[in-house]
């Protein structure tokens, strides 16, 4: 079954400093995997896909994410960091239900970024 | 407006009492999802629609949880004889038919139960 696995519940970076934020996946087929961002009391924003397609994908507000199937992983970067840049980070796998024909998300337990002067 | 709105944004109830917690999704948006977000964690699955067909209902914790879209837009998400556990934040979210479209989730309604 497919799984997330985010790496680092909070981390702290200084502004201006590489942010880098990781996720493992476990999945028994090609995955597509999402990053969002969530801010305080909001819902959650899409900032990048992988869908199969170029491995380096690049999203918004800077951030860029590369799948390396040999590492199963699916690690969220930053070069330089800003303090609107913290907040809540969710890793996600797409689940697919093929009897249904449709998929659902399946959401890592989040890591927290602090961006600190 | 163009976003998914949930209301209340947020919700007070004491145990034991029912709650109904509403969600209107992007227009013309097939697909619609609630996810459950107890604090610190990530969101977890609770049911799935497509138009007003709910297909997944897997992830609703007991049932006390009942979800509906009776007409394919709105949907209403109601969780009987509340219980201390059920706090969390409930976050809506749609898209459309393609699966490879994006999901669009709403601001969420926090529940709080006493």
């Known amino acids: 079954a497919q799984s997330v696995t985010q790496l680092g519940s909070h981390v702290s970076v200084s502004e201006g400093a590489l942010v880098l934020l990781r996720c493992n996946y476990s999945?028994?087929?090609?995955?597509?995997l999402f990053w969002y961002v969530q801010y305080p009391n909001q819902g959650l924003q899409l900032l990048l896909k992988?869908?199969?397609?170029?491995?380096l994908v690049k999203g918004i507000n800077g951030f860029e994410a590369e799948f390396k199937k040999s590492e199963t992983s699916f690690h969220l970067t930053k070069p330089s960091a800003h303090m609107s840049d913290a907040a809540e980070y969710f890793c996600?796998?797409?689940?697919?239900?093929?009897?249904?024909?449709?998929?659902?998300?399946?959401f890592g337990a989040g890591t927290r970024l602090a961006v600190h002067p | 407006g163009a976003g998914v709105s949930q209301s209340p944004r947020y919700k007070v109830a004491k145990r034991g009492q029912d709650v109904a917690l509403r969600c209107d999704p992007i227009s013309g948006h097939v697909s619609l999802f609630w996810y459950q977000q107890a604090l610190g964690q990530g969101p977890e699955f609770l049911t799935y629609f497509q138009n007003e067909a709910q297909l997944d209902k897997s992830g609703l914790p007991s049932d006390r949880f009942f979800a509906e879209r009776p007409e394919g837009s709105v949907s209403t998400l109601k969780i009987q004889r509340t219980q201390q556990e059920d706090s969390a934040v409930y976050l809506c979210?749609?898209?459309?038919?393609?699966?490879?479209?994006?999901?669009?989730f709403g601001n969420g309604t926090r529940l709080t139960v006493t």
């Open positions: 996600a796998v797409t689940l697919l239900m093929f009897s249904g024909g449709y998929n659902k998300l399946i």
């Open positions: 992988y869908t199969s397609a170029a491995t």
């Open positions: 999945s028994s087929v090609p995955p597509y």
């Open positions: 979210a749609s898209r459309l038919r393609t699966e490879n479209s994006p999901l669009h």
